[in-house]
T-cell receptor, first 116, second 114 residues
Framework: EAEVAQSPRYKITEKSQAVAFWCDPI?????LYWYRQILGQGPELLVQ????????DSQLPKDRFSAERLKGVDSTLKIQPAELGDSAMYLC??????????????FGPGTRLTVL | GQQLNQSPQSMFIQEGEDVSMNCTSS?????WLWYKQEPGEGPVLLIA?????ELTSNGRLTAQFGITRKDSFLNISASIPSDVGIYFC??????????????FGKGTHLIIQP
Protein backbone atom coordinates (compact mmCIF):
# COMPACT_ATOMS: atom_id res chain seq x y z
CA GLU A 1 0.00 0.00 0.00
CA ALA A 2 1.38 3.41 -1.00
CA GLU A 3 2.32 5.71 1.87
CA VAL A 4 3.54 9.23 2.46
CA ALA A 5 7.21 9.14 3.49
CA GLN A 6 8.79 11.64 5.86
CA SER A 7 12.28 12.05 7.27
CA PRO A 8 13.74 12.35 9.74
CA ARG A 9 11.25 10.83 12.20
CA TYR A 10 12.84 12.68 15.11
CA LYS A 11 14.96 15.83 15.28
CA ILE A 12 16.50 17.56 18.28
CA THR A 13 18.04 20.96 17.75
CA GLU A 14 19.07 24.00 19.70
CA LYS A 15 17.26 27.29 19.34
CA SER A 16 18.59 29.58 16.62
CA GLN A 17 19.71 26.59 14.53
CA ALA A 18 18.27 25.72 11.13
CA VAL A 19 16.24 22.54 10.59
CA ALA A 20 14.73 20.92 7.50
CA PHE A 21 12.11 18.23 7.02
CA TRP A 22 11.51 16.16 3.89
CA CYS A 23 8.31 14.64 2.51
CA ASP A 24 7.64 12.31 -0.42
CA PRO A 25 3.92 12.07 -1.19
CA ILE A 26 2.03 9.07 -2.51
CA UNK A 27 2.91 8.54 -6.18
CA UNK A 28 0.52 10.42 -8.44
CA UNK A 29 -0.72 12.78 -5.74
CA UNK A 30 -0.57 16.32 -7.08
CA UNK A 31 -1.49 18.10 -3.85
CA LEU A 32 0.81 18.21 -0.84
CA TYR A 33 0.17 19.73 2.58
CA TRP A 34 2.36 20.53 5.60
CA TYR A 35 0.65 20.62 9.00
CA ARG A 36 2.02 21.38 12.48
CA GLN A 37 0.63 19.55 15.51
CA ILE A 38 1.41 20.87 18.98
CA LEU A 39 1.13 18.30 21.77
CA GLY A 40 -2.48 17.93 22.87
CA GLN A 41 -3.90 19.73 19.83
CA GLY A 42 -5.12 18.82 16.37
CA PRO A 43 -2.96 19.45 13.28
CA GLU A 44 -2.98 22.97 11.82
CA LEU A 45 -2.27 23.71 8.17
CA LEU A 46 0.96 25.52 7.38
CA VAL A 47 1.12 25.36 3.57
CA GLN A 48 -0.58 23.66 0.61
CA UNK A 49 1.01 22.94 -2.79
CA UNK A 50 -0.68 22.03 -6.05
CA UNK A 51 2.11 20.51 -8.14
CA UNK A 52 4.99 22.99 -7.64
CA UNK A 53 2.81 26.02 -6.86
CA UNK A 54 1.79 27.32 -3.45
CA UNK A 55 -2.02 27.37 -3.11
CA UNK A 56 -2.27 28.50 0.51
CA ASP A 57 0.50 29.69 2.84
CA SER A 58 -1.59 32.11 4.87
CA GLN A 59 -0.74 30.34 8.17
CA LEU A 60 2.97 29.88 7.46
CA PRO A 61 5.20 32.11 9.66
CA LYS A 62 7.19 33.40 6.73
CA ASP A 63 9.78 35.24 8.80
CA ARG A 64 11.32 31.91 9.77
CA PHE A 65 9.53 29.14 7.83
CA SER A 66 9.92 28.31 4.15
CA ALA A 67 8.62 25.48 2.02
CA GLU A 68 9.37 24.35 -1.50
CA ARG A 69 8.30 21.68 -3.96
CA LEU A 70 10.56 22.48 -6.88
CA LYS A 71 9.66 19.61 -9.22
CA GLY A 72 6.14 19.07 -8.00
CA VAL A 73 6.94 15.77 -6.28
CA ASP A 74 8.79 15.77 -2.96
CA SER A 75 8.88 18.77 -0.66
CA THR A 76 11.09 20.37 2.00
CA LEU A 77 9.98 22.47 4.97
CA LYS A 78 12.65 24.60 6.61
CA ILE A 79 12.79 26.57 9.85
CA GLN A 80 15.54 29.14 10.36
CA PRO A 81 16.14 30.06 13.11
CA ALA A 82 14.29 27.54 15.27
CA GLU A 83 12.59 28.81 18.43
CA LEU A 84 11.50 26.94 21.56
CA GLY A 85 7.85 27.30 20.53
CA ASP A 86 8.50 25.40 17.30
CA SER A 87 8.68 22.11 19.20
CA ALA A 88 5.88 20.05 17.65
CA MET A 89 5.06 17.21 15.25
CA TYR A 90 5.34 18.26 11.61
CA LEU A 91 3.02 16.24 9.40
CA CYS A 92 2.93 15.93 5.63
CA UNK A 93 -0.19 14.84 3.76
CA UNK A 94 -1.06 14.32 0.10
CA UNK A 95 -4.17 13.93 -2.05
CA UNK A 96 -4.96 13.19 -5.69
CA UNK A 97 -6.77 16.46 -6.38
CA UNK A 98 -8.63 15.21 -9.47
CA UNK A 99 -11.63 17.22 -10.60
CA UNK A 100 -14.89 15.61 -9.54
CA UNK A 101 -13.18 13.12 -7.25
CA UNK A 102 -13.41 12.87 -3.52
CA UNK A 103 -9.87 13.83 -2.61
CA UNK A 104 -9.05 12.44 0.78
CA UNK A 105 -5.81 13.53 2.47
CA UNK A 106 -3.44 10.80 3.60
CA PHE A 107 -0.83 11.58 6.25
CA GLY A 108 2.76 10.50 6.73
CA PRO A 109 4.22 9.39 10.10
CA GLY A 110 5.46 12.90 10.91
CA THR A 111 8.70 14.42 12.18
CA ARG A 112 8.86 15.10 15.92
CA LEU A 113 10.91 18.29 16.47
CA THR A 114 12.31 19.20 19.87
CA VAL A 115 13.98 22.61 20.23
CA LEU A 116 16.23 22.99 23.29
CA GLY B 1 -5.70 29.07 14.12
CA GLN B 2 -9.31 27.87 14.22
CA GLN B 3 -10.04 24.47 15.71
CA LEU B 4 -13.35 22.67 15.79
CA ASN B 5 -15.20 22.01 19.04
CA GLN B 6 -14.78 18.31 19.70
CA SER B 7 -16.17 16.48 22.72
CA PRO B 8 -15.61 14.75 24.94
CA GLN B 9 -11.93 15.54 25.44
CA SER B 10 -11.33 12.06 26.87
CA MET B 11 -13.28 8.89 27.55
CA PHE B 12 -12.57 6.05 29.98
CA ILE B 13 -14.73 3.06 29.06
CA GLN B 14 -14.93 -0.68 29.61
CA GLU B 15 -14.15 -3.08 26.78
CA GLY B 16 -17.35 -3.94 24.91
CA GLU B 17 -19.04 -0.59 25.53
CA ASP B 18 -20.23 1.69 22.76
CA VAL B 19 -18.55 5.08 22.25
CA SER B 20 -19.93 8.33 20.90
CA MET B 21 -18.11 11.58 20.15
CA ASN B 22 -19.06 14.68 18.22
CA CYS B 23 -17.72 17.77 16.58
CA THR B 24 -19.26 21.19 15.94
CA SER B 25 -18.22 24.24 13.98
CA SER B 26 -19.32 27.82 13.50
CA UNK B 27 -18.56 27.42 9.79
CA UNK B 28 -20.09 25.24 7.10
CA UNK B 29 -17.92 22.46 5.69
CA UNK B 30 -18.13 20.64 2.38
CA UNK B 31 -16.63 17.43 3.79
CA TRP B 32 -16.31 15.95 7.26
CA LEU B 33 -13.61 13.40 8.05
CA TRP B 34 -12.68 11.30 11.06
CA TYR B 35 -9.08 10.27 11.73
CA LYS B 36 -7.42 8.12 14.39
CA GLN B 37 -3.92 8.85 15.67
CA GLU B 38 -1.71 6.62 17.78
CA PRO B 39 1.33 7.86 19.73
CA GLY B 40 4.21 8.95 17.52
CA GLU B 41 2.31 8.34 14.28
CA GLY B 42 0.38 10.39 11.76
CA PRO B 43 -3.44 10.44 11.60
CA VAL B 44 -5.08 7.56 9.75
CA LEU B 45 -8.32 8.20 7.85
CA LEU B 46 -11.30 6.24 9.20
CA ILE B 47 -14.37 7.69 7.51
CA ALA B 48 -15.09 10.48 5.01
CA UNK B 49 -18.53 12.14 4.64
CA UNK B 50 -19.45 14.24 1.61
CA UNK B 51 -23.16 15.10 1.81
CA UNK B 52 -25.33 16.68 4.50
CA UNK B 53 -27.27 13.95 6.29
CA GLU B 54 -24.96 11.19 5.03
CA LEU B 55 -24.54 8.21 7.36
CA THR B 56 -21.51 6.01 6.65
CA SER B 57 -20.14 2.89 8.33
CA ASN B 58 -16.70 1.31 8.38
CA GLY B 59 -16.89 -1.94 10.34
CA ARG B 60 -17.83 -1.06 13.92
CA LEU B 61 -17.52 2.66 13.19
CA THR B 62 -20.45 4.82 12.08
CA ALA B 63 -20.30 8.53 11.32
CA GLN B 64 -22.85 11.11 10.21
CA PHE B 65 -22.60 14.46 8.43
CA GLY B 66 -24.95 16.89 10.18
CA ILE B 67 -27.84 18.39 8.22
CA THR B 68 -26.70 21.94 9.05
CA ARG B 69 -23.23 21.07 7.61
CA LYS B 70 -21.77 22.39 10.89
CA ASP B 71 -21.47 19.16 12.86
CA SER B 72 -20.64 15.48 12.72
CA PHE B 73 -20.55 12.54 15.09
CA LEU B 74 -18.68 9.25 15.30
CA ASN B 75 -19.90 6.10 17.04
CA ILE B 76 -17.84 3.02 17.83
CA SER B 77 -19.77 -0.10 18.77
CA ALA B 78 -18.51 -2.88 21.02
CA SER B 79 -15.11 -1.31 21.73
CA ILE B 80 -12.00 -3.49 21.78
CA PRO B 81 -8.51 -2.76 23.16
CA SER B 82 -7.09 -1.78 19.74
CA ASP B 83 -9.58 1.09 19.55
CA VAL B 84 -7.38 2.99 22.03
CA GLY B 85 -6.03 6.21 20.55
CA ILE B 86 -6.91 9.80 19.80
CA TYR B 87 -9.79 10.43 17.41
CA PHE B 88 -9.90 13.67 15.44
CA CYS B 89 -12.69 15.22 13.44
CA UNK B 90 -11.72 17.41 10.50
CA UNK B 91 -13.66 19.69 8.18
CA UNK B 92 -12.79 20.61 4.64
CA UNK B 93 -14.16 23.82 3.15
CA UNK B 94 -15.56 24.26 -0.33
CA UNK B 95 -12.45 24.57 -2.49
CA UNK B 96 -13.46 26.64 -5.47
CA UNK B 97 -10.20 28.52 -5.17
CA UNK B 98 -8.16 25.39 -4.70
CA UNK B 99 -7.30 25.84 -1.01
CA UNK B 100 -8.74 22.89 0.91
CA UNK B 101 -6.60 22.45 3.98
CA UNK B 102 -8.38 20.67 6.81
CA UNK B 103 -9.50 22.26 10.08
CA PHE B 104 -9.18 19.79 12.95
CA GLY B 105 -10.77 19.37 16.34
CA LYS B 106 -8.62 19.00 19.46
CA GLY B 107 -9.24 15.27 19.62
CA THR B 108 -11.00 12.73 21.83
CA HIS B 109 -8.63 10.51 23.79
CA LEU B 110 -10.17 7.04 24.09
CA ILE B 111 -8.93 4.83 26.91
CA ILE B 112 -10.32 1.31 27.32
CA GLN B 113 -10.20 -0.58 30.58
CA PRO B 114 -10.20 -4.38 30.15
Amino acid sequence: EAEVAQSPRYKITEKSQAVAFWCDPISGHATLYWYRQILGQGPELLVQFQDESVVDDSQLPKDRFSAERLKGVDSTLKIQPAELGDSAMYLCASSRRDRGRRNEQFFGPGTRLTVL
Amino acid sequence: GQQLNQSPQSMFIQEGEDVSMNCTSSSIFNTWLWYKQEPGEGPVLLIALYKAGELTSNGRLTAQFGITRKDSFLNISASIPSDVGIYFCAGRPYSGGGADGLTFGKGTHLIIQP
